[in-house]
T-cell receptor, first 122, second 114 residues
Framework: AQTVTQSQPEMSVQEAETVTLSCTYDTSESDYYLFWYKQPPSRQMILVIRQEAYKQQNATENRFSVNFQKAAKSFSLKISDSQLGDAAMYFCPQRWYSGLFNGGTSYGKLTFGQGTILTVHP | DVKVTQSSRYLVKRTGEKVFLECVQDMDHENMFWYRQDPGLGLRLIYFSYDVKMKEKGDIPEGYSVSREKKERFSLILESASTNQTSMYLC?????????????FGPGTRLTVT
């Protein structure tokens, strides 16, 4: 079974500074995808960034980048130049992939961790 | 833009009532999901559907059922609501045709059972 752990229930950062959110996971699969989703207060959850496990290069999207350490099963999110609009709960779900080719039925199911609440101070 | 909508943002029901939560997506996605979100537990999958009239149990299906009669609509049913079902319920959809099976989420329904 896949598990995802976010060990930081809450984090805070000053506006314009950099913050890193941690995520670790456990899986026996070799092919999978990792995501960071953002859930602003009272708003819909949206995708921030994604990483394919077979890619060695870390994904980057503007101010958001990941540090993917496959051997350590670690997938952290770095937010640079933090903005007030970055305040949200962040989740790092995992989706395993191999089931699709084995006639499995993963259907893109995600396994979520507990989430990290990020506060941005002006 | 993909849009996933849920019938209510806030809902208050009494113990023992039958509760229907509705979710509609407008992007012809094959897969639809129901999660509940609780503090400290993250999101947990209740049920999902990969086609019309097809469904599979998630991690916590007890006390819930689902219905998918049309591709765009996925309903979560609480047959007899209990106080431990007070939670935030999120609906999501995805498709193999979209990269990485990215899931698109609705705004959530905060259900209180008294």
């Amino acid at each position: 079974a896949q598990t995802v752990t976010q060990s930081q229930p809450e984090m805070s950062v000053q506006e314009a500074e950099t913050v890193t959110l941690s995520c670790t996971y456990d899986t026996s699969e070799s092919d999978y995808y990792l995501f960071w989703y953002k859930q602003p207060p009272s708003r819909q959850m949206i995708l921030v960034i994604r990483q394919e496990a077979y890619k060695q290069q870390n994904a980057t999207e503007n101010r958001f980048s990941v540090n993917f350490q496959k051997a350590a099963k670690s997938f952290s999110l770095k937010i640079s130049d933090s903005q007030l609009g970055d305040a949200a709960m962040y989740f790092c779900p995992q989706r395993w992939y191999s089931g699709l080719f084995n006639g499995g039925t993963s259907y893109g199911k995600l396994t979520f961790g507990q989430g990290t609440i990020l506060t941005v101070h002006p | 833009d993909v849009k996933v909508t849920q019938s209510s943002r806030y809902l208050v029901k009494r113990t023992g009532e039958k509760v229907f939560l509705e979710c509609v997506q407008d992007m012809d996605h094959e897969n639809m999901f129901w999660y509940r979100q609780d503090p400290g537990l993250g999101l947990r999958l209740i049920y999902f559907s990969y086609d019309v009239k097809m469904k599979e149990k998630g991690d916590i299906p007890e006390g819930y059922s689902v219905s998918r009669e049309k591709k765009e609509r996925f309903s979560l049913i609480l047959e007899s609501a209990s106080t431990n079902q007070t939670s935030m319920y999120l609906c999501a959809s995805s498709s193999p045709g979209f990269s990485y099976y990215e899931q698109y989420f609705g705004p959530g329904t905060r259900l209180t059972v008294t």
